[in-house]
T-cell receptor, first 114, second 112 residues
Framework: DGGITQSPKYLFRKEGQNVTLSCEQN?????MYWYRQDPGQGLRLIYY???????QKGDIAEGYSVSREKKESFPLTVTSAQKNPTAFYLC?????????????FGDGTRLSIL | SQQGEEDPQALSIQEGENATMNCSYK?????LQWYRQNSGRGLVHLIL?????REKHSGRLRVTLDTSKKSSSLLITASRAADTASYFC????????????FGQGTTLQVKP
């Protein structure tokens, strides 16, 4: 079955530590996205990539970094510069990056501060 | 700021009743999409309606789009307890940047 796999499901970060969230897709989609969801809120776009080796900042990119070296993978690093990282992080993909197709989502990573 | 604003924020109904959720947006769009999110899970795509369409059906779901009012509604007919979830609208802008702008969602509770 094709889909998006996010790992780990739960992650704890210590002060001053960088952590990396994994996102892998086997849907052969060109575009991938990272969103942040806070309790009772909608999704806010952190970074997106319309094609391998290219990515753009979303609305709340400060304190985060990404890479897109392979079509299947789009890892997100939450750096120590992100002062309020506690949130639910969702990765998504779509066939192209034009916005004319639906996005497919993983089941998220919940990040908390120790 | 969020493009989509949803109304109501929360809705509680009995099984078998219909549920209607509304979404308003601010700029011109290429399409509008509705997603469902069960507690602690990712979003699941429900339906996509293009800017030149006025109504679309999928099973017990009916979506309408009024571009003159910049609004959309999602109707779930004959609701079931399994429909309990949060529902989000998301808009894709006309410029086809690939970015979706999500509303804050409507939390639906269907009581058995």
């Amino acid at each position: 079955d094709g889909g998006i796999t996010q790992s780990p499901k739960y992650l704890f970060r210590k002060e001053g530590q960088n952590v990396t969230l994994s996102c892998e897709q086997n849907l052969n989609h060109d575009a991938m996205y990272w969103y942040r969801q806070d309790p009772g809120q909608g999704l806010r776009l952190i970074y997106y990539s319309q094609i391998v080796n290219d990515f753009q900042k979303g609305d709340i990119a400060e304190g985060y970094s990404v890479s897109r070296e392979k079509k299947e993978s789009f890892p997100l690093t939450v750096t120590s510069a992100q002062k309020n990282p506690t949130a639910f992080y969702l990765c998504a993909s779509s066939y192209t990056g034009t916005g004319i197709q639906p996005q497919h989502f993983g089941d998220g990573t919940r990040l908390s501060i120790l | 700021s969020q493009q989509g604003e949803e109304d109501p924020q929360a809705l509680s109904i009995q099984e078998g009743e219909n549920a209607t959720m509304n979404c308003s947006y601010k700029t011109s769009i290429n399409n509008l999409q509705w997603y469902r999110q069960n507690s602690g899970r990712g979003l699941v795509h429900l339906i996509l309606i293009r800017s030149n369409e006025r109504e679309k059906h999928s099973g017990r779901l009916r979506v309408t789009l009024d571009t003159s009012k910049k609004s959309s509604s999602l109707l779930i007919t004959a609701s079931r307890a399994a429909d309990t979830a949060s529902y989000f609208c998301a808009t894709a802008r006309s410029s086809n940047t690939g970015k979706l702008i999500f509303g804050q969602g409507t939390t639906l509770q269907v009581k058995p």
